[in-house]
């Protein structure tokens, strides 16, 4: 139990494209989703905090403009990367807090995705 | 401000013997704690959590970790390591059940044959 799934787990992409990557949980639903970026060697970034059906909450550095999250429902957010650049290119992970009470505070991780802007 | 830290970069522990991984919470009021684990190139898997009770909590793998409110930390233990165990861990932490949460700097754990 408690799969949460990403796709695509890695994409390249040349500089100014636009990159969309999902996030799904799969045998459960989750009121909330998270999206994290983690550099090489260092631990996870929190970039936005989603919720199903209403806007994404940003955190301070992060431009909600390039970094769109989508929250269409209670088992899918989306994260699209507008007009990438190399400086995007990073492994990008998600999480889902589950809607059951009592594993509300439990996040549980995709396997994440590798994006490469060239 | 809610801080989660991990002081050593990397532990090295033969196979065989008893591993420990540091962790040191500043977490306001009654912490929520984690351990994650995550491999190479793959998202962060669940080991365990403290929310309250017995502060001795077992969780995936053989792990195991102790919440210490005294010394504010979850230390992550293991009575005997296993060249699997290689990987790197994370600390994290939370004030509530709805708050976000946050990460320590992770420790590269190796184990030795």
């Known amino acids: 139990g408690a799969v949460v799934s990403q796709h695509p787990s890695w994409v390249i992409c040349k500089s100014g494209t636009s990159v969309k990557i999902e996030c799904r949980s799969l045998?459960?639903?989750?009121?909330?989703m998270f999206w994290y970026r983690q550099f090489p060697k260092q631990s996870l970034m929190l970039m936005a905090t989603?919720?199903?059906?209403?806007?994404?909450?940003?955190e301070q550095g992060v431009e909600k403009d390039k970094f769109l999250i989508n929250h269409a429902s209670l088992t899918l957010s989306t994260l699209t990367v507008t007009s990438a650049h190399p400086e995007d290119s990073s492994f990008y992970i998600c999480?889902?807090?589950?809607?059951?009470?009592?594993?509300?505070?439990?996040?549980?991780f995709g396997p994440g995705t590798r994006l490469l802007v060239l | 401000a809610q801080s989660v830290a991990q002081p050593e970069d990397q532990v090295n522990v033969a196979e065989g013997n008893p591993l420990t991984v540091k962790c040191t919470y500043s977490?306001?009021?009654?912490?929520?704690l984690f351990w994650y684990v995550q491999y190479p190139n793959r998202g962060l898997q669940f080991l365990l959590k403290?929310?309250?009770?017995?502060?001795l909590v077992k969780g995936s793998y053989g792990f195991e970790a102790e919440f210490n409110k005294s010394q504010t930390s979850f230390h992550l233990k293991k009575p005997s390591a296993l060249v699997s165990d290689s990987a790197l861990y994370f600390c994290?932490?939370?004030?509530?059940?709805?708050?976000?949460?946050?990460f320590g700097s992770g420790t590269r754990l190796s184990i030795r044959p």
């Open positions: 994290a932490g939370a004030y509530s059940s709805a708050s976000k949460i946050i």
């Open positions: 977490v306001s009021g009654n912490p929520y």
């Open positions: 989603s919720n199903e059906g209403s806007k994404a909450t940003y």
């Open positions: 403290y929310i309250t009770g017995d502060n």
């Open positions: 045998d459960f639903q989750a009121t909330t």
């Open positions: 999480s889902a807090r589950p809607r059951l009470a009592g594993g509300g505070e439990t996040q549980y």
